[in-house]
């Protein structure tokens, strides 16, 4: 969803420190001041259940949010949300936590049981803190029903909605969001077109192009400076399964699993997977891919990428080509998925668009005010809400054309875009909802950021290929998976580093198999199975 990684630096606090600071800040839980509740905000007389406001007398609910780093509160100035507090009468009191520290936090809250009345966005609570604490939690299912027209309306228009959101019990803790103006390709095929120019060669179409455009950049010197130093293609850690699709072979949510025929599979034991790999060596044994790929980091890898005298790398796969190579990002240019062996092109991605989240609103068993809360939610779910508070205001960041479109002004000088919307909105993070119909009417800059991604995405939306989906697991499951996840992922990992450095997959193939069974591999695959299958029967 956006590629937006935050790594700035926080002071961490001492654990005695936040243990003060958690109960100062959720002191008065659940309705806030006391004179909120004499005032009669939780009474029926005092509820609106249409209009606004949502309630005659102000009350104020206690908000939780968490933000990357030391990004802070800024984005309580987002006009949208300060006009909210006037029109809905209910005022809310942001409580912003440092994802740095918010690990050690969440424990003592979660241990506590010491709440806020709603949890806003999906880094404060994973699925299976949801899970093995849904005491803590309220289910939906009624207040959406009763209170969300907005949501309901949504949930019918997209139907994934509804998917994500229903835990393994059928009901719904946690609301989910649609992101605006997302692709459906996630990582695509990015080349220095400088060197194609440079050899006279055209972008590659097939596996078999990509291995002759490789062989030319690797021995006839297209960045002209005399010497061997081309590296065909890089990436960090391991061969990116981007970089095998052309077998076949997608994971969109780093599962092992694709779903082939309709039905899911564990990739690492098939067919295509094995000729995947033996493709990987050939170009591995030949010197057409880094050798240092499963030895260097991300600081080694950026430093190629980067490389001061001349661009190295010819060949990766990216988010977008502007955000990695720094000087030379003008060398290089996305082009379309590469075909495999069968004469057909697999993108990773979704078809249903990379803007589907869960756990973005959670009203907690707390929150004194249930209704106001599920209505207060409920105002984040049209189109006009959801764009200002994924990038910002109308009239901050946000330009309403009189022709009905909508505008995206340029950031302050010194502040890139990215920086600016979260600067200025809860951004990913809440609930909301675009209409897939709606996003014609935004207009974004197609030579940067999302706009940029938009455009390169038709190189690949239409070879998206139906991903496993981001299901929900129970407590059992939860329970399970990391003991079996940890040993199998580490032996596959393992393997295929050996194999594509190495060879041999053809002789230790059946053992490899033979030694994932003993691992338990049809456990986690019934697991993973079984969770596909409740996905799948949700309607």
Known sequence: MGQHSKTKMYRPVAFTALLALLLTLLAGCSGGKPDDRNAGGGSEDNFNQEGLPLVKSPITLNVLTVRWGNMGDTFKQNKWLQDLEKETNVKINWQVMSSND???????????????????????????????????????????????????????????????????????????????????????????????????????????DLYKVFKAFKERDPNGNGKPDEIPYSGSGDISMDFLSPFGITDENSTSMMIKDGKPVYYPITEEYKAAIKWAHQLYSEGLIDQELFTQDNTMLTAKYQNPDAAIVGFTNQWTPDAVFGKWKDEYETIATIAGPDGKRYQGGDPEGLSYRRNELLITTACKYPEVAARWADLFYTNEASIQNFWGAIGTVIQKNDDGTYTLMDPPEGTSADAWYWDQSVRDFGPK??????????????????????????LGADYVTEPFPNVMYTAEEFQELPTLTTDIDSYVGSTRAQWITKGGIDEEWDGYVKKLKEMQLDKLVKIRTDAYERYMKVK
């Open 102 to 208: 918010w690990g050690e936090q969440k424990s003592i809250m979660l241990a506590s049981g010491t709440l806020p009345d709603l949890v806003f966005g999906d880094i404060a609570f994973s699925d299976s803190d949801i899970v093995n604490n849904l005491s803590s939690f309220r289910p939906l299912d009624d207040y959406i029903d009763k209170y969300m027209p907005n949501l309901k309306k949504a949930m019918e228009e997209s139907p994934v909605l509804k998917k994500i959101s229903t835990f393994p019990d059928g009901k719904i803790y946690s609301l989910p969001a649609r992101l605006p103006s997302r692709p459906k390709s996630r990582n695509q095929p990015v080349i220095n077109k400088k060197w194609l120019d440079k050899l006279g060669l055209e972008a590659p179409k097939t596996t078999d």
């Open 433 to 458: 909802y675009v209409s897939p119909s709606f996003e014609q009417n935004i207009k974004l800059d197609p030579t940067t950021g999302d706009g940029l991604k938009l455009v390169i995405d038709k």
